[in-house]
C-alpha cells in the first residue's frame, strides 16, 4: 500500500485534529493508499495467504461464513481482509493488525447510512459542522475515491493491547473503510475520543490542543475554509501523488 498525498485529505484531518468536547479529546484522520504492494505487504500477505490456507485444509474455515464479511475461503474475501489488515498497519506503525480477523469487520450495504453515522458523530465534536464542513468533508473524499463506486468496511475494536481502539481510556472510535477497486484506492476514516483522566494525555498536551482549538488559527476560523475562499475542484486526483518510501515496515 502506497500513502497517497492528497491536500484535501490533509484539510479533513486537520479538522479532526485536537477537538476538545465535553468527555475528552478527539483526533481523527482521514488518508487515502494505493494498492500498489511495498515490500511489507507482500511479506504480510505471504504470511497470512499461508496460514488461511493451512486453516481451510484443516477445515477451521469452510465454505459457509459468517457475518456480512464473508468466509475467509473465498480467495477475494482473504486478499480483501489483507488489504484491511495493511493498511491499518501503515497508519498505525507502532501496531501490528496481522491477527485481526473477518470478524472484526463489518461489510457495509448502504453507503448513506455510513455518511449519516459519521455526521451525527461529527456534528457533536465539530462546531457549525452542518452545513458547510460536512459538504467539504465528503466532497474531498469524493474525490479521491468515487465513493459510488466503494465497496465500504467498518472495523469492531477487540484486540486488547494489540488495538489503539481498545486501549484504557479510549472513550469511542470509529473506522471506516472505502474501497475502490477500480480505482485501486482505499481511503482509511478513522477518528477516537480519548478521556480527559487517561495516561494517553498529558496536561501539557491537553493545554496545547486546548489553546490550538480556541486560536484564531483553528478549522473553524481559517479562512481558506470560508466561502470566498475554497472552490471544489473536480479533478483532485490529478493532484494525489504517491509516498514511496516512507510505510515501508516490517514485521
Avoid at 9 to 17: A, D, I
Avoid at 53 to 61: F, S, V, Y
Wanted: contains cysteine; hydrophobic residues 30%; charged residues 25%.
Amino acid at each position: 500500500m502506497k500513502f497517497l498525498n492528497c491536500p484535501g485529505l490533509e484539510r479533513v484531518t486537520e479538522l479532526l485534529s485536537g477537538l476538545i468536547t465535553g468527555t475528552g479529546v478527539v483526533n481523527g484522520k482521514v488518508e487515502a493508499y494505493s494498492e500498489k504492494p511495498i515490500k511489507s505487504d507482500r511479506k504480510l500477505a505471504k504470511s497470512l495467504e499461508h496460514q488461511y490456507t493451512q486453516e481451510i485444509t484443516k477445515g477451521l474455515i469452510t465454505r459457509q461464513g459468517s457475518g456480512s464479511f464473508g468466509s475467509l475461503y473465498e480467495p477475494n474475501n482473504r486478499k480483501t481482509l489483507i488489504k484491511l489488515i495493511s493498511t491499518m498497519n501503515h497508519s498505525f506503525p507502532e501496531y501490528d493488525f496481522s491477527s485481526v480477523r473477518e470478524h472484526h469487520f463489518n461489510k457495509e450495504n448502504n453507503l448513506s447510512k455510513v455518511q449519516n453515522a459519521i455526521n451525527i458523530t461529527l456534528n457533536s465534536c465539530v462546531d457549525d459542522y452542518y452545513p458547510e464542513k460536512a459538504e467539504v468533508i465528503w466532497s474531498e473524499i469524493d474525490d479521491v475515491i468515487s465513493l459510488e463506486d466503494c465497496q465500504v468496511y467498518s472495523y469492531i475494536p477487540g484486540l486488547s493491547e494489540e488495538d489503539p481502539f481498545s486501549q484504557l481510556g479510549v472513550v469511542w472510535s470509529m473506522n471506516y473503510f472505502f474501497v475502490n477497486t477500480k480505482l485501486k484506492r482505499v481511503i482509511y476514516f478513522t477518528t477516537q475520543c480519548i478521556s480527559f483522566n487517561s495516561e494517553m494525555i498529558n496536561e501539557q498536551e491537553f493545554e496545547e490542543q486546548n489553546e490550538w482549538f480556541q486560536s484564531e488559527n483553528s478549522w473553524n476560523k481559517n479562512e481558506k475554509w470560508s466561502n470566498n475562499s475554497y472552490s471544489y475542484n473536480n479533478n483532485n486526483n490529478n493532484n494525489i501523488e504517491e509516498e514511496e518510501t516512507m510505510f515501508d515496515f516490517q514485521f
